[in-house]
C-alpha cells in the first residue's frame, strides 16, 4: 500500500526547485583578499588664503590710522595682475604637498613684504620712487617774462612728482620753475596781447636704473605771478601737491586729484569759481578768510579735509555717498536728513559779506569740516 502512495506523488517541477532553493556562494580561493573602500585623500590645507585674509586685514588697519603713505585701494587697482599670480601659484604649488604649502606661504609672505615696501617708502605706488637712480634725473630752470600780460591761463600736468606751488615775489617773470624730471620735459608758453598762455608737463619717462639713492625725493617747485588774473588748472596725476595760492588772483581754479596727497590754501578773491576732483589721494582744503567764492568738489575714494576759517560763513550742499560725513565747527543742518543729503549752514551765512558756496558730491572716502585760525 506504501508503495502504490508513493508512486502516486507527482514528481518536483524543476522550476519551483531553483525559485526557492539559493545556490551556495563559491568557496573563496587561497589567494582571493578581502577589498576594504578606502577613504578620499584628505585635501591638504593651503596657508596662502590665511595669511592673505591676515595681511590684508593689517594694511587696511594701518590705512585706517593714517600710517600709510598711499591709498591701499588705488596700490590693488595698479597692480591686480599680481593676485591672479599669487592664486595660481597657490593652486599649482600649495595644495599637492607639505614642501608646495610652504612654498606657497613663503611667496605670499614675499608680496606681503613687497606691499609693504611700497605703503610706507614708495612715493604713490611707484618702485621707481624708491630705487631710482638720481643720476638720471634731469634738473631745469623754466621762466617766462611778464612783459604786458595782465592775464594768463596757465595748465600745469604734474605727472607723478612732488610739486610745490607758490606766488613769485618781487619778479618781473610770469612763472618760474626748479623742474627735476627723469623724462623730457614739455614747457610751451606764448602772449598775444595782454593775455597769455602756458603749459608745463613731461612729455615721457624713462625707467631709470633701478639704484638706491638718498637725498630728497625729486620735485617740482613752480612760482607764479601774484600780479596777474589767472584761470588756473592743476592735474595732480600720482603725485603730491602743496599749493599755497593764498596770494594769487584767481578768477577759476580747477584741480583733477589723483592717488597723491593734496594740500591746497586758496586765496582771498571774491566770484572765484573752483572745480575740485578729489580723486583717490587725501585732499586738504583750507578756505580763506575773506571773500566769495562757489566750490564744486566731487569725492571720491580719498578723504576730503576742508578747513572753514573764523570768519567766513558757508553753505554746504551734500550730495552723500558711502563714506562718512563730519559737519564739524559750527555747520548745522538746515534742510535734509541725517545721514543722506543735506544742507548745512554757519550761523552768519545769511547776513555774512565772507561767505562760501561747497556743493560736495561725496564718492566712498570721508569728508570733514574743521573750523581753524586761517591759512596753514
Not at 15 to 37: C, H, N
Not at 100 to 113: E, N, P, Q, R, T
Request: hydrophobic content about 40%; proline content about 5%.
Amino acid at each position: 500500500m506504501s508503495q502504490e502512495n508513493e508512486s502516486m506523488e507527482p514528481p518536483l517541477d524543476p522550476d519551483f526547485v531553483d525559485e526557492f532553493v539559493q545556490p551556495e556562494p563559491p568557496a573563496a580561493g587561497p589567494t582571493e583578499r578581502t577589498r576594504i573602500p578606502q577613504a578620499p585623500a584628505r585635501r591638504r590645507p593651503s596657508l596662502f588664503w590665511p595669511l592673505a585674509l591676515i595681511g590684508t586685514g593689517v594694511v587696511l588697519l594701518l590705512y585706517q590710522f593714517d600710517l600709510l603713505q598711499i591709498n591701499p585701494w588705488t596700490l590693488l587697482w595698479r597692480y591686480w595682475p599680481v593676485i591672479l599670480i599669487l592664486v595660481g601659484i597657490d593652486i599649482l604649488f600649495g595644495r599637492r604637498s607639505a614642501l608646495g604649502s610652504i612654498f606657497s606661504a613663503l611667496f605670499m609672505f614675499a608680496g606681503l613684504a613687497a606691499l609693504v615696501t611700497l605703503l610706507f617708502f614708495a612715493r604713490d605706488g611707484d618702485f621707481r620712487t624708491i630705487w631710482l637712480d638720481r643720476s638720471e634725473l634731469k634738473r631745469e630752470t623754466i621762466e617766462y617774462p611778464l612783459g604786458s600780460v595782465r592775464e594768463a591761463q596757465v595748465v600745469l600736468d604734474l605727472g607723478s612728482w612732488q610739486t610745490h606751488v607758490t606766488a613769485l615775489d618781487d619778479s618781473s617773470n610770469l612763472i618760474e620753475g626748479e623742474i627735476e624730471s627723469n623724462g623730457q620735459l614739455r614747457f610751451e608758453a606764448a602772449a598775444q596781447g595782454s593775455r597769455a598762455t602756458v603749459e608745463l608737463g613731461e612729455r615721457s619717462s624713462s625707467s631709470g636704473s633701478w639704484l638706491w639713492f638718498e637725498g630728497r625725493d625729486p620735485r617740482w617747485d613752480i612760482a607764479l605771478s601774484p600780479d596777474v588774473l589767472l584761470d588756473l588748472e592743476l592735474d595732480c596725476g600720482s603725485g603730491s601737491g602743496r599749493f599755497f595760492l593764498e596770494e594769487l588772483q584767481l578768477r577759476d581754479l580747477q584741480v583733477d586729484g589723483g592717488s597723491g596727497s593734496v594740500h591746497l590754501v586758496l586765496p582771498a578773491e571774491r566770484n572765484m569759481e573752483i572745480e575740485l576732483d578729489a580723486g583717490s589721494g587725501v585732499l586738504e582744503l583750507v578756505l580763506p578768510q575773506r571773500g566769495s567764492a562757489d566750490v564744486t568738489i566731487d569725492g571720491g575714494s580719498g578723504s576730503l579735509r576742508i578747513e572753514l576759517p573764523r570768519g567766513m560763513e558757508a553753505r554746504v550742499e551734500l550730495e552723500s555717498g558711502s563714506g562718512s560725513f563730519h559737519p564739524n565747527g559750527d555747520l548745522q543742518m538746515v534742510d535734509g536728513e541725517q545721514g543722506g543729503d543735506g544742507v548745512w549752514e554757519t550761523e552768519g551765512y545769511d547776513r555774512a559779506e565772507n561767505r562760501m558756496e561747497i556743493r560736495v558730491h561725496q564718492g566712498s572716502g570721508s569728508v570733514t569740516f574743521d573750523r581753524s585760525d586761517g591759512a596753514e
